[in-house]
């Protein structure tokens, strides 16, 4: 599914967060958004998601502006890895890829939520509960959750943000490997330049507009 973004912009308490930033995602499109903290990067992936309005621009899913229909797009279309990996501590690991699939696709997939742990090497965590995992073990938990959702776009957040080099490019390989076996188009925001050797495309951003858009890596 094709993501436009076309002339976004956001201020907050009078100072400009993004201005004009516009670039698009082809179906099936792997993409770094690469830039420095507190470049707005965050905020423009939360509009991106449909998770935030922008003062001005839109955001479109294949045919449909994300405006008015944020929710129902989100749930439809996107698997989404936040910083804060956001899994429920209450549940087991296999439990919360249970519940997201019920909730934003209205079923459960067993076989897929089993068959989705074992490609990301965590099987064997499937009856842990997150606090008991390691760092490791709880990034490839947030991946498994989000793919387990058979998104059309995947998207994370800083996902390599306090990780190791090895980790770094495990979870990167990860990703791509993950968007690739469902077909997913795949997003990447963050300021960790170890990334760009997995990514044929790079869109830099520094101080709330495109540096110098797309580019190769």
Known sequence: ???RVDKVGLSYGGRQVLSEVSFGLEPGEHALLLGPSGSGKSSLLNIVCGLQTPDSGTVTLGEQAM???A?????RHMGIIFQTLRLVSALTVR???LLAQKLQIGSTDEKLVDQTLDRLGIAHRAKARPFELSQGEAQRA???RAVAVKPDILIADEPTSA??????QSVARLLIESA???GASLLI???DDRLKDHFARTIVLKDGTLAQGPVAA
């Open 1 to 3: 599914m094709q993501l």
């Open 67 to 69: 405006s008015g229909q």
């Open 71 to 75: 929710d129902a797009l989100r749930k």
């Open 95 to 97: 439990a919360n890829l």
């Open 142 to 144: 947030a991946i498994a």
């Open 163 to 168: 990780l190791d080099h090895a980790n770094t």
């Open 180 to 182: 690739h076996e469902v």
């Open 189 to 191: 925001a963050t300021h």
